[in-house]
């Protein structure tokens, strides 16, 4: 059975391919990964709660551009201005944690999700004093006592704590997580990440003012590991935190496996991520019937075999009006490639060698027996 990690460029719109590599030579252009240049792209977005029940009213961002959606939680955006690979939506609603979604985005309609988790109380815990929250599955906060306003006054009084997980395991994950699996690392670089599991905090006070960690002052989090990644959970890993402002996950400090557990100290509280980091190589993908016309609509994975059980699914996407796809994958590893038409029928797998190229092309061909009709454009 996979297992339902996710990587970097997850749900990403990227135009994907599969074919015979023998007919085309892989593209030999040595260059870093880049988020590409500005494109005009619509997007056609859902916004939805954890029970998958849709969100009306809520506020969504694109550069500064607002929309709210409508009573089906249904949003649009038309001949939006964004980078190639870096579409970056936010979502807001009283009673929710804010969400948002980084989209790497294809010519043609573009569709997304963002799954809002609810601002529910955990535990309340008082100023002063070391205290621990603790969730179902283990998952543990400790907390040294001080804490401050966002302005940096100190905070004397309750503090309402608000802890969320997420399982690498869990099917949904992708949709409850901000952002995309992309990062920025201490050196600078652009990383993809594979999830070893996540943890949202969020302080109230009495109030209901917004708290913060006291500056200098560190707080410990200790995150279950997923049993399908305990054989390969290396003994450290780097944590991340989400810049809400930007889109990235930024690399700040490690967490240690003690255990079946990460664990690691933080500065401050907003989404915090346990990764395992990687080099990125740009795939592009180019879907074309027999006769040369190109495929729109076919869904795109690619599996690392370094992986936990040997199969970790990516899911890069579904290739765009001109049948193609640009994808972030993992440098220098075996992946295997599967292409599944606008049925869901899996029409193409084949196994991509590993390489050191920064740019790689891959090339499918659906026989006419085979073929699958463009969407139309009406």
Same mark, same amino acid.
């Given at each position: 059975?996979?297992?339902?990690?996710?990587?970097?460029?997850?749900?990403?719109?990227?135009?994907?391919?599969?074919?015979?590599?023998?007919?085309?030579?892989?593209?030999?252009?040595?260059?870093?990964?880049?988020?590409?240049?500005?494109?005009?792209?619509?997007?056609?977005?859902?916004?939805?709660?954890?029970?998958?029940?849709?969100?009306?009213?809520?506020?969504?961002?694109?550069?500064?551009?607002?929309?709210?959606?409508?009573?089906?939680?249904?949003?649009?955006?038309?001949?939006?201005?964004?980078? =190639?690979?870096?579409?970056?939506?936010?979502?807001?609603?009283?009673?929710?944690?804010?969400?948002? *979604? +980084?989209?790497?985005?294809?010519?043609?309609?573009?569709?997304?999700?963002?799954?809002? #988790?609810?601002?529910?109380?955990?535990?309340?815990?008082?100023?002063?004093?070391?205290? =621990?929250?603790? +969730?179902?599955?283990?998952?543990?906060?400790?907390?040294?006592?001080?804490?401050?306003?966002?302005?940096?006054?100190?905070?004397?009084?309750?503090?309402?704590?608000?802890?969320?997980?997420?399982?690498?395991?869990?099917?949904?994950?992708?949709?409850?997580?901000?952002?995309?699996?992309?990062? =920025?690392?201490?050196?600078?670089?652009?990383?993809?990440?594979?999830?070893?599991?996540?943890?949202?905090?969020?302080?109230?006070?009495?109030?209901?003012?917004?708290?913060?960690?006291?500056? %200098?002052?560190?707080?410990?989090?200790?995150?279950?590991?997923?049993?399908?990644?305990?054989?390969?959970?290396?003994?450290?890993?780097? #944590?991340?935190?989400?810049?809400?402002?930007?889109?990235?996950?930024?690399?700040?400090?490690?967490? *240690?496996?003690?255990? %079946?557990?990460?664990?690691?100290?933080?500065?401050?509280?907003?989404?915090?991520?346990?990764?395992?980091?990687?080099?990125?190589?740009?795939?592009?993908?180019?879907?074309?019937?027999?006769?040369?016309?190109?495929?729109? %609509?076919? *869904?795109?994975?690619?599996?690392?075999?370094?992986?936990?059980?040997?199969?970790?699914?990516?899911?890069?996407?579904?290739?765009?009006?001109?049948?193609?796809?640009?994808? %972030?994958?993992? *440098?220098?590893?075996?992946?295997?490639?599967?292409?599944?038409?606008?049925?869901?029928?899996?029409?193409?797998?084949?196994?991509?060698?590993?390489?050191?190229?920064?740019?790689?092309?891959?090339?499918?061909?659906?026989?006419?027996?085979?073929?699958?009709?463009?969407?139309?454009?009406?």
């Amino acid at each position: 059975m996979k297992t339902n990690k996710l990587l970097f460029l997850g749900m990403a719109v990227l135009s994907l391919v599969f074919t015979n590599c023998d007919s085309k030579e892989e593209a030999t252009k040595e260059s870093e990964f880049t988020f590409g240049n500005v494109v005009s792209r619509d997007f056609k977005g859902k916004i939805v709660d954890i029970n998958n029940n849709p969100i009306a009213n809520a506020t969504i961002s694109l550069n500064g551009y607002e929309v709210t959606t409508n009573s089906s939680g249904i949003f649009s955006y038309v001949n939006a201005n964004v980078k =190639e690979r870096f579409a970056y939506f936010t979502a807001k609603k009283e009673g929710y944690l804010d969400g948002s *979604r +980084l989209v790497m985005s294809h010519e043609g309609l573009n569709e997304l999700t963002i799954m809002m #988790l609810p601002m529910d109380v955990t535990a309340t815990i008082p100023t002063g004093v070391v205290s =621990e929250v603790t +969730l179902p599955n283990t998952t543990k906060v400790t907390f040294d006592g001080s804490f401050m306003l966002e302005n940096g006054t100190a905070y004397n009084g309750d503090v309402k704590v608000i802890v969320n997980h997420l399982d690498a395991a869990d099917p949904k994950v992708f949709d409850k997580m901000p952002g995309n699996l992309i990062g =920025e690392r201490e050196d600078g670089s652009i990383s993809g990440m594979e999830t070893y599991g996540m943890i949202n905090v969020e302080l109230r006070g009495d109030d209901n003012q917004k708290l913060q960690i006291t500056t %200098g002052h560190t707080a410990n989090i200790s995150l279950p590991i997923a049993a399908n990644q305990l054989d390969t959970a290396p003994s450290t890993i780097p #944590l991340w935190h989400f810049n809400e402002t930007s889109g990235m996950w930024e690399e700040n400090g490690f967490a *240690r496996r003690i255990g %079946g557990k990460y664990v690691g100290n933080v500065s401050h509280f907003s989404w915090w991520n346990c990764d395992y980091a990687y080099p990125v190589a740009t795939l592009n993908v180019f879907v074309t019937n027999a006769d040369g016309t190109p495929v729109q %609509g076919v *869904r795109v994975t690619i599996s690392r075999q370094a992986g936990s059980t040997g199969d970790v699914l990516m899911d890069l996407g579904i290739t765009g009006a001109n049948g193609s796809l640009s994808a %972030g994958v993992p *440098r220098n590893e075996v992946l295997t490639f599967r292409a599944y038409n606008v049925n869901g029928v899996l029409i193409n797998t084949q196994q991509l060698p590993a390489s050191n190229l920064a740019v790689r092309n891959v090339y499918v061909v659906i026989p006419f027996n085979d073929r699958v009709a463009a969407p139309s454009k009406n």
